[in-house]
């Protein structure tokens, strides 16, 4: 599958942005995907992932209750609402897809890190500003 994202740009504390990871190639509703971030000198988090049924995982505790992960599988698209930004998620951001199932599963639930991913985008710039 191939990925791009969209949606990213400069704004302000407290603003919002919608990022969108648009799939082409591949069978995109049997994938689980997810949305990682890097911070400039830092590893590459993964953010949240969400899987073919729908569920969701987030990885991070600081963006519950403020991003979104959903997918539209008619459109092969995952999209990631950000709501209230902070200068601190200020990072590139980076759809992938899971397009070789390799999420384990244990203890009642999918767990996935990076290694997991093999589709990447070529992710999009949020900056956030205070």
């Known amino acids: 599958a191939l990925l791009a994202e969209s949606g990213g740009g400069l704004v302000q504390a407290g603003d919002s942005l919608r990022l969108s990871c648009l799939s082409t190639?591949?069978?995109?509703?049997?994938?689980?995907m997810a949305w990682f971030r890097q911070a400039p000198g830092k590893e590459r988090d993964l953010v949240v992932v969400?899987?073919?049924?729908?569920?969701?995982?987030y990885l991070i505790d600081s963006v519950k209750g403020r991003f979104t992960i959903s997918r539209d599988n008619a459109k092969n698209t995952v999209y990631l609402q950000m709501n209230n930004l902070r200068p601190e998620d200020t990072a590139v951001y980076y759809c992938?897809?899971?397009?070789?199932?390799?999420?384990?599963?244990?203890?009642?639930?999918?767990?996935?890190?990076?290694?997991?991913?093999?589709?990447w985008g070529q992710g999009t710039q949020v900056t956030v500003s205070s």
């Open positions: 992938a897809a899971d397009t070789s199932f390799r999420g384990a599963y244990y203890r009642g639930t999918y767990h996935y890190s990076r290694n997991d991913f093999d589709s």
């Open positions: 190639g591949g069978t995109f509703s049997r994938y689980a």
């Open positions: 969400i899987r073919q049924s729908g569920d969701i995982t």
